[in-house]
């Protein structure tokens, strides 16, 4: 009932999203790289290897939640979506040797098609990538509830998040691996298998 | 115009985001109303969340290390009799006194926060209702339903068999082990659980004479562990709260199910066949299973294992 109810405020505040649109924005969640290996240069020396592999399980909502940020000249806008699916067991984020479980994709996905933009340079589509750990239920990254119930604003405390610029090769960039609640930067691996 | 399309945007945003939230939000309008009314024993489900912290998070960074398993016992029991002579007065968050546990066991954290969040908001319910009858019922019954929306960390309200607790290769060893720490769980979960019924008694004085009472005797189960308790099997609802369980008889197998699970962690805490580095893999598959109706499903609910010590069970007893 409530997510019918979702559907319909959706509906009346983004008209113009199609069915095609959904489906194309959920094909991004679906396409996220499912293994990468990652470096953290440390200062203590040498580079600490980090782990992740996904496997893919049911939606956490039916479709993605689309919301379109207006600009100046009411002609033009960015759309933002945002799309959660659930991880099955054996996902995880392997560091130190540990596996620790990742529960879901948080992927906040920004459509620059309408915004009116004439630099080449400048991408269609921007994903923000973030795959938390340990939160089965997939609520963050804030804590709703915040400050009523919880002194902690953000919900996740282990996770690994990136950036795309092309959904075409959905290249990770920008990486970074929080663990534990410190956060760390991280560079993608290529070790050519 | 354009301010309030983005105010309603982000709303949605927002509320899209929290539709299989296992953060309660928003919370009921009676949220912690039982606290505004019962303080002292408010305060004490707080100390126990404290004290279950406190206890797991020990044991874990002790594991494998404790010679002498009832000297570990009896210094950590005179810390958490500090903390339920002196509880706090809010919810203290489990990863500020036990992030090693919270790290090793994250899909049980999930499932028990969620839990105690219908545990707690049961109570505040039954405690601040002004309709006693059908209103309140209704109620109740829209919680279990929000908390049973969130599948992914729902304890299932299908009745399970004592195996579920007891029938692992790793079961019992908390309780052979440290019999005053396992008393002192399962006089937690009599207390929790005995609140429920004390709050049906169909009048204020009765039901404010009864938490006091409740109350004075947890203290008195405490007085002398493990010998004071005498739990002989952990406390269940329905046999402990029997109008309770009649009148809600979706909780007693939910409630049940999380003391059970409860018990499940403790036993893998120090049981000495489950290695460290398996302790997250098998919180993992136990949880899966306090998730799973078809796992160690009874084919009848109650277990008969109520408590035989000397303070009696259900409301009617007082």
């Known amino acids: 009932m409530r997510m019918y109810l979702l559907s319909i405020v959706i509906g009346i505040v983004a008209t113009n999203v199609s069915a095609q649109e959904l489906k194309d924005y959920r094909e991004f969640t679906l396409a996220v790289r499912d293994t990468l290996t990652l470096g953290i240069p440390s200062t203590m020396g040498g580079t600490v290897t980090v782990e992740a592999k996904l496997i893919l399980g049911e939606p956490a909502i039916p479709t993605p939640a689309v919301f379109d940020f207006p600009l100046a000249d009411e002609s033009k806008f960015i759309r933002n979506f945002v799309d959660r699916i659930y991880l099955n067991d054996g996902s995880y984020l392997k560091i130190q040797g540990e596996e620790i479980p990742l529960t879901c994709i948080f992927l906040h996905g920004q459509d620059n098609r309408y915004s009116g933009k004439d630099d080449p340079l400048a991408p269609d589509f921007v994903l923000r990538v973030t795959i938390p750990a340990n939160d089965y239920s997939c609520v963050g990254p804030i804590n709703p509830g915040w400050p009523r119930t919880s002194e902690r604003r953000e919900l996740w405390d282990t996770s690994l998040s990136y950036v795309v610029r092309d959904p075409t090769i959905m290249l990770p960039a920008d990486i970074t691996v929080q663990y534990r609640r410190n956060i760390f930067a991280a560079y993608l691996m290529d070790l050519g298998n | ?318």
């Open chain 2, 1 to 318: 115009m354009k301010h309030l399309k983005l105010v309603l945007l982000l709303g949605i945003m927002i509320v899209s985001s929290i539709a299989k939230a296992s953060v309660w939000y928003p919370l009921p309008v009676e949220a912690y109303g039982f606290g505004k009314k019962y303080p002292k024993a408010q305060s004490l489900l707080f100390a126990f969340d404290y004290g279950h912290a406190l206890v797991y998070e020990r044991l874990l960074l002790h594991r494998g290390r404790i010679s002498n398993p009832a000297d570990f016992e009896r210094k950590i029991l005179a810390d958490v009799m500090k903390i339920l002579q002196n509880p706090p007065t809010v919810k203290v968050e489990e990863d500020d006194i036990a992030p090693s546990y919270v790290d090793r066991f994250p899909l049980l954290l999930n499932l028990f926060d969620w839990s105690h969040l219908l545990h707690q908001f049961v109570l505040d319910v039954l405690a601040t209702s002004q309709d006693r009858g059908p209103g309140m019922i209704l109620l109740v019954n829209a919680l279990t339903d929000q908390y049973q929306a969130a599948k992914p960390v729902a304890i299932t309200d299908t009745c399970k068999t004592m195996d579920f607790m007891d029938g692992h290769y790793f079961s019992k060893a908390f309780r052979e082990n440290y019999p005053s720490f396992n008393q002192l769980i399962w006089a937690y979960h009599w207390f929790q659980i005995r609140l429920y019924e004390d709050l049906l008694l169909p009048t204020e004085i009765e039901r404010d004479a009864a938490v006091a009472a409740t109350t004075e005797e947890f203290f008195e189960l405490l007085s002398d562990l493990p010998d004071s308790a005498g739990f002989e099997m952990m406390p269940e609802t329905a046999v402990e709260a029997p109008t309770f369980a009649k009148n809600f008889p979706k909780l007693p197998p939910a409630f049940d199910n999380n003391h059970m699970l409860h018990d499940i962690v403790s036993d893998l805490l120090v049981s000495s066949v489950v290695p460290f580095e398996a302790l997250r893999r098998e919180g993992i598959r136990m949880g899966r299973m306090a998730l799973d109706p078809d796992a160690f499903r009874a084919t009848t609910c109650g277990h008969g294992g109520g408590h035989g010590g000397t303070h009696g069970g259900g409301a009617g007893g007082q």
